[in-house]
Structures are given as C-alpha cells and as structure tokens.
C-alpha cells in the first residue's frame, strides 16, 4: 500500500532562518506531488506540483521554492522565512492519472 | 480568485440527524469534485468523489449531489455521528490533476 510522510511535525523557526521540509511517498512509482498551506481560518493553496523529477511547478508568487530530486521525493525550501510563512503545510500525491489526492499528515510551522 | 466557495464556515448538528454541507463553484470546466475530512492537526483525508457525468454519488453515510447548471454540489452525511466533526473541504479540477479547494466547513455534531 502507499503511503506518505511529511517532516517535522512541528517546527518553529525565527523570521529570516531557512526552511527545508521533506515529502516521501512510498509504495507508488512517477507520482504527481504536491505542496499545499493551510493558513488560520482559511483553506488549502497549492503552492506547487511536480509531475516528474526536476519538474516543479508554482502556482503563486511567494517566499519559497520546491524541489524533486528523487522520483518520490519533494522539498519545500525558503532562504529566509517570513512571518507570513507560518501555517500548515501538507504535501499530498496522486497517480499520473488524477482524481483523488492523499495527504500527508502535515508540518505545522511558526515564524516567530 | 477563488473558484469553490464554501459559503458557511460552521454547522452544527445534533448526532444521528443529518448534515448538508454546500459547495458553489465558478469555473464551469470543473469536471470532477471531491470532498475531504480533516481533523486538526492531520492532513485531509479523501471521503467521495463525483464526475460531471453523474448527479448523484452514494458512499454508506456519505451522498455527494452535484447540480451543474447551478454549478452547485452538496455533500449529506446521514446520520451524523460525533467522529463526523471536523472540517470538510469541497475540491474540484478541471481534467487535469490540479484541485482547487474551498476554504471549509467545521462540522459539530452534538451528542
């Protein structure tokens, strides 16, 4: 079966530090990955989607960046983090097909 | 711009009467819909899905109703039990693998 892992949990960070959060799918090969942020209040931004390795795409104009080096395999980068980068962050997958995505059980982040 | 809308952002309901949670979209190349669970501090987990080509989908509790021309769709849980309490996101894609979500709707369910 797949599954997926997102770390850390939790993370709290001071404004201007770096930021790197690792996304791993086991039991599937050539996933679609996905960084999605959850915000207080609000619902879920994809951030960016990958369909292979090296190919990231960004859906909004932001402080950070992603990458794919390995096939299942997916990090989510800032240089400087911003108090606005707090919230929660979920990578999620699906198949090259589409439908439904699955996610991972999220990295709750804190720029303080 | 957002193109789903969750317009209520609570409901709550008293446990075994049902729960209708609502979902409005924009974007008419929407051909496929979704709803998630979340409980908080978890990513979302999968519930039910719809395709345009059908009205109505039917999981156990779970019935997702989908009116195109209202570009409207709606998900009932019936009865509504305490574990149902948690934030429902409706999602939709337009053919390709990309979704779009609402913002959410928390659900309480009352003993």
């Known amino acids: 079966s797949q599954t997926i892992h997102q770390w850390p949990a939790t993370l709290v960070q001071p404004v201007g530090s770096p930021l790197s959060l690792e996304c791993t799918v086991e039991g599937t090969s050539n996933p679609n990955l996905y960084w999605y942020r959850q915000a207080a209040g609000r619902g879920l931004q994809l951030l960016f989607y990958?369909?292979?390795?090296?190919?990231i795409s960004s859906e909004v104009p932001q402080n950070l960046s992603a990458s794919r080096p390995q096939d299942r395999q997916f990090i989510l980068s800032s240089k400087k983090l911003l108090l606005s980068d707090s919230g929660f962050y979920l990578c999620?997958?699906?198949?090259?097909?589409?439908?439904?995505?699955?996610f991972g059980p999220g990295t709750r982040l804190t720029v303080l | 711009d957002q193109q789903v809308k969750q317009n209520s952002p609570s409901l709550s309901v008293q446990e075994g009467r049902i729960s209708i949670l609502n979902c409005d979209y924009t974007n008419s190349m929407f051909d496929y819909f979704l709803w998630y669970k979340k409980y908080p501090a978890e990513g979302p987990t999968f519930l039910i899905s719809i395709s345009s080509i059908k009205d109505k989908n039917e999981d156990g509790r779970f019935t997702v109703f989908l009116n195109k021309s209202a570009k409207h769709l709606s998900l009932h849980i019936v009865p509504s039990q305490p574990g149902d309490s948690a934030v429902y996101f409706c999602a939709a894609s337009e053919g390709d693998y990309k979704l779009s979500f609402g913002a959410g709707t928390t659900v309480t369910v009352r003993a």
């Open positions: 990958s369909v292979g390795i090296g190919q």
């Open positions: 999620a997958w699906d198949g090259q097909e589409g439908g439904e995505q699955f």
